[in-house]
């Protein structure tokens, strides 16, 4: 997968939240390919959540980021954009600054996080957020 890859499927991932969110966001993703690049290089595979190392595959591990799953109304939304839209010109920016790695972590290391409103997921549960932000509970050291 080439840089450009990354960048748009980062950007598409992040697109709908608010500058912070997308920030966030990003931040979640970029923790995901470290870990999952370590997985690889340790074990000589993708690791099972967050895929091969790409910031594209850990958005689009399966179950991962609900705009990516065939049923999710969201997905023919987010794969329509163009940088027409400033909201997606916005995301491009903060995608490539996670693909060149110029973003400052501010989730604290969070791997995981979920919208207050909705149902706990079962891998929260007991845990302590390490960032909340907007809609968004962010979480780190989730095995």
């Known amino acids: 997968m080439d840089d450009s890859e990354d960048i748009d499927v980062v950007a598409r991932t992040l697109f709908g939240e608010g500058k912070q969110g997308m920030i966030a966001v990003a931040c979640v993703i970029v923790n995901?390919?470290?870990?999952?690049?370590?997985?690889?290089?340790?074990?000589?595979?993708?690791h099972p959540l967050f895929g091969d190392?790409?910031?594209?595959?850990?958005?689009?591990?399966p179950l991962q980021f609900s705009c990516w799953n065939r049923d999710d109304p969201n997905l023919a939304i987010i794969e329509a954009e163009t940088v027409a839209d400033p909201i997606f010109a916005s995301a491009m920016e903060i995608a490539t600054q996670a693909e060149n790695d110029e973003l400052d972590d501010i989730t604290n290391g969070a791997t995981h996080y979920y919208a207050?409103?909705?149902?706990?997921?079962k891998w929260a549960i007991g845990k302590t957020p390490c960032l909340s932000l907007g809609n968004h509970l962010f979480f780190n050291a989730i095995e």
């Open 53 to 61: 190392g790409s910031l594209a595959s850990a958005c689009q591990a």
């Open 32 to 46: 995901r390919a470290i870990i999952a690049d370590a997985y690889g290089e340790a074990h000589g595979e993708d």
């Open 116 to 121: 207050k409103g909705s149902p706990m997921p």
